[in-house]
């Protein structure tokens, strides 16, 4: 997806806003359209990657990422695993009273990154795909899982929390 072109426009818009006001005005946007190009592109990949997450929680056990190659980003779509399939990839493992992102619509989501050694990140990549799940839905059925949550518990407390965390997980 090429996003050059939304830049470009928001920094047009900018010039003919400043055009109505004046001279200063379309110095002073001249002077601010170039330095916009990155910002505006962070904000642009923000916005993707929040529309796949919310994606991924209607898609579940598919998901939508979005990766960046170069300069642009680029959708990589998993279909969930059709009924047929699922029935011959089904694992012993796993488990249908575990959550699955999106399982409450009335649900928050939150973004976490997570920092794995290549070898455990492989493992759990591993794991997803012999359960026939994105990582994302495996890594929130182990953690539920390990943290006995009945479904739709965990959302409801960050629910009617009222707070945001951020932050580093070591």
């Known amino acids: 997806m090429n996003i ?25 946007a001249e002077r601010l359209a170039p330095t916009l190009d990155a910002s505006v592109r962070l904000l642009l990949l923000e916005v993707l990657s929040d529309a796949a997450a919310e994606i991924t929680t209607d898609l579940a056990p598919g998901s939508v990422d979005v990766r960046l190659r170069g300069a642009d980003p680029e959708f990589v779509v998993t279909a969930p695993p059709s009924s047929l399939d699922s029935a011959d990839h089904e694992s012993p493992r796993a488990d249908p009273s575990l959550p699955e992102p ?10 976490l990154t997570l920092r794995l050694p290549e070898g455990l990140k492989a493992q759990v990549e591993a794991a997803a795909a012999h359960e026939g799940l994105s990582v994302n839905t495996w890594l929130v059925r182990a953690v539920s899982a390990t943290l006995n949550i009945p479904p739709g518990v965990a959302a409801q407390r960050q629910k009617n929390s009222g707070h945001r965390f951020t932050g580093w997980v070591s």
């Open 4 to 28: 050059s072109r939304y830049v470009k426009n928001l920094q047009n818009q900018l010039s003919a806003a400043a055009q109505a006001s004046g001279d200063e005005a379309q110095t002073v």
């Open 102 to 111: 999106g399982q409450d619509a009335d649900s928050a989501t939150s973004r």
